[in-house]
């Protein structure tokens, strides 16, 4: 235990030491400016809130009147209440890659917008979490939405959507900081489809319309160790339960891939701009 306590103080040393949060909240607030500078951010901005809305609406609650009530916990509920928490979820997950993939791909190889910043006192790791901190905002605006639209609809309480709320800006963090990381690696808008596509696979094979397992078992094992099944099932299970241990194992998954995925962004700004 002393060992690996001593592991994680090595690792936010080497990767936050010197790390100014002056440097970050300017690199925030950039972002901020961008905001304000004409309507077209915003209508981005709430376009990504209605698709998994959307499908909450037309699978949650139309197809949920055909299937009826499915089990979580060892408990029936209503499909619909089975599916909230995963789009939930998956609005999290998309706020967070929408920004640290395409609009972090956009600044880094065509605006150079990070070449001008490190020629200032910016560090690369300081842009890393200038911009995850931004697609946090981003992550949590979408999440604030569909938590009241959850209690409107009487899918999750009160009390279920306060609980919730934290593990959604964790799987931004997670999902931010992994995205931002792939982001380095992209050679043109191109590799956009393949994301695209891993990205859509998570969606329909993370427990997100059926419970893992009703899969075949080699399938249900795959589907056990992907990001988006620990961040469906660590919602879910605070947004309707049950609360259980297994939550925190869902959330280490989510920590230990927000930390790799920052370190590995930093690594990759600083590589290939500061040469």
Not at 77 to 97: I, K, Q, R, T
Not at 168 to 186: K, Q
Not at 197 to 206: I, V, Y
Not at 225 to 233: D, G, I, N, S
Request: net charge positive.
């Amino acid at each position: 235990m002393m060992t690996v306590m001593a592991a994680g103080r090595a690792v936010r040393r080497g990767l936050f030491g010197g790390v100014s949060a002056g440097r970050v909240g300017a690199v925030l607030g950039r972002n901020v400016g961008a905001l304000r500078s004409g309507p077209a951010y915003w209508l981005v901005l709430l376009s990504g809130f209605f698709e998994p809305l959307l499908y909450l609406l037309s699978i949650g609650v139309g197809v949920g009147a055909l299937v009826g009530a499915v089990p979580v916990g060892g408990r029936p509920v209503d499909y619909a209440v089975f599916v909230a928490p995963a789009m939930l979820a998956v609005s999290a997950m998309s706020g967070a890659l929408a920004e640290t993939t395409f609009n972090v791909f956009f600044k880094f190889k065509y605006a150079r917008t990070y070449d001008a910043v490190l020629a200032t006192p910016v560090r690369p790791v300081e842009i890393a979490l200038g911009e995850l901190t931004w697609a946090l905002v981003r992550c949590l605006f979408y999440t604030l939405m569909f938590l009241v639209v959850m209690v409107v609809l009487g899918l999750t309480s009160a009390g279920g959507a306060l609980a919730a709320f934290p593990a959604t800006a964790l799987v931004g963090l997670a999902f931010g900081a992994v995205g931002m990381a792939i982001s380095t690696f992209l050679r043109g808008w191109q590799d956009f489809d393949l994301l695209t596509t891993g990205q859509f696979t998570l969606f329909l094979f993370s427990g997100t319309f059926s419970p893992v397992q009703d899969y075949p078992v080699v399938f249900e094992v795959i589907v056990t160790l992907t990001p988006l099944y620990h961040a469906v099932e660590l919602v879910r299970g605070l947004a309707v339960g049950p609360a259980g241990w297994m939550l925190l194992v869902h959330a280490g998954y989510l920590v230990v891939m927000a930390v790799a995925g920052l370190w590995v962004a930093s690594r990759r700004i600083g590589k290939l701009l500061l040469v």
